[in-house]
């Protein structure tokens, strides 16, 4: 049956629905106007907006991004797995420490480079929670000049 509306739930939830009362506290879903269950606080892998700092040719650079999972305050249980794509400057190193992409060491070449950074999560502890995402990308910058 499509719940159309607040008395159609409240009809069920009478009668003794045990399975929407178990879906929407369990799932942390919600009626929305349609009359379908949504998502409510869903949790989802959040990459965050970053200006990586100018880099200068042949000098040491070393900057840091780090990800997060939105609406849960223990981002640490979970893995974090990072893909990345495009131009990283010659010269500097990706480095994976935890839930932060690091980009270190001496750029070789001057430009502007531009890649996406992926990441995929997964909990230490899986739970029966639908409401997650558990991948995001975006798209970053680096600009490396000359001296």
Request: charged share 25%; with cysteine.
């Amino acid at each position: 049956m499509k719940i159309k509306s607040i008395s159609d739930w409240k009809l069920l939830k009478k009668k003794g629905c045990i399975l929407c009362l178990i879906i929407t506290c369990i799932y942390n879903c919600e009626l929305n106007k349609d009359g379908e269950l949504s998502c409510i606080g869903n949790r989802s892998a959040s990459l965050p907006n970053h200006e990586f700092m100018t880099g200068y040719l042949e000098e040491y650079y070393y900057d840091r991004l780090t990800a997060s999972v939105s609406n849960d305050p223990n981002d640490d249980d979970y893995d974090y797995n990072f893909t990345i794509e495009g131009r990283v400057p010659e010269g500097l190193k990706v480095v994976i420490e935890n839930r932060s992409v690091i980009l270190e060491g001496h750029p070789s070449k001057a430009g502007k480079f531009g890649f996406v950074i992926y990441l995929d999560i997964e909990p230490h502890f899986p739970d029966t929670n639908i409401c997650i995402n558990y991948n995001a990308n975006k798209e970053y910058n680096l600009l490396i000049e000359t001296n």
